[in-house]
T-cell receptor, first 114, second 111 residues
């Protein structure tokens, strides 16, 4: 079975631009979460979606938004990019939102802002 | 506040046991996780433990939880070169449905 897939794997943007990152969860998983991992740090929670509804939001500005589609795939959008947005963006899926339904991560999209 | 802390580096000899430690501050954390991250890859879930458990063993991995001290450890028996990676401790805040990660411990194996 395919794991969590993310696209693109790498992306280079300039300040002020907008970016869209995509995630396909493991088949059968209905929950998708997004994390930002800055170099040398652990992942920071951005959003969680379940059944197309936002279930959780981390401490990120409104420039960050996301949505989940009927097939449970998800997109993360970031507007007005800043240099500090350079990071590895990780998507994780789980079968539900319960704590005993662990999250499985994709390999991430590495975003570089010039 | 919410904080998960780990030491940054650990070096062990091949074949020895590795013990990676973690402390967390949020006493309402219900689940605690260990993830492994190899270079250029995402996070691989290794194991997790519910907060009402003291210990969980899974093949070479042993997780110990001291809820009173909010201390979690991961022991890897018979450490191999393939265990070289960054290991993240994480705590689930069930009230917020979000997982808080530590900064990771880089495990290096010497011959």
């Amino acid at each position: 079975d395919a794991g969590v897939t993310q696209s693109p794997t790498h992306l280079i943007k300039t300040r002020g631009q907008q970016v869209t990152l995509r995630c396909s969860p493991i088949s059968g998983h209905k929950s998708v979460s997004w994390y930002q991992q800055v170099l040398g740090q652990g992942p920071q929670f951005i959003f969680q979606y379940y059944e197309k509804e936002e279930r959780g939001r981390g401490n990120f500005p409104d420039r960050f938004s996301a949505r989940q589609f009927p097939n449970y795939s998800s997109e993360l959008n970031v507007n007005a990019l800043l240099l500090g947005d350079s990071a590895l963006y990780l998507c994780a899926s789980s079968s539900g939102t319960g704590p005993n339904q662990p999250q499985h991560f994709g390999d991430g999209t590495r975003l570089s802002i010039l | 506040g919410e904080d998960v802390e780990q030491s940054l580096f650990l070096s062990v000899r091949e074949g020895d046991s590795s013990v990676i430690n973690c402390t967390y501050t949020d006493s309402s954390s219900t689940y605690l996780y260990w993830y492994k991250q190899e270079p250029g890859a995402g996070l691989q879930l290794l194991t997790y433990i519910f907060s009402n458990m003291d210990m969980k063993q899974d093949q070479r991995l042993t997780v110990l939880l001291n809820k009173k001290d909010k201390h979690l450890s991961l022991r890897i028996a018979d450490t191999q070169t393939g265990d070289s990676a960054i290991y993240f401790c994480a705590a689930l805040r069930s009230s917020a449905s979000k997982i808080i990660f530590g900064s990771g411990t880089r495990l290096s194996i010497r011959p």
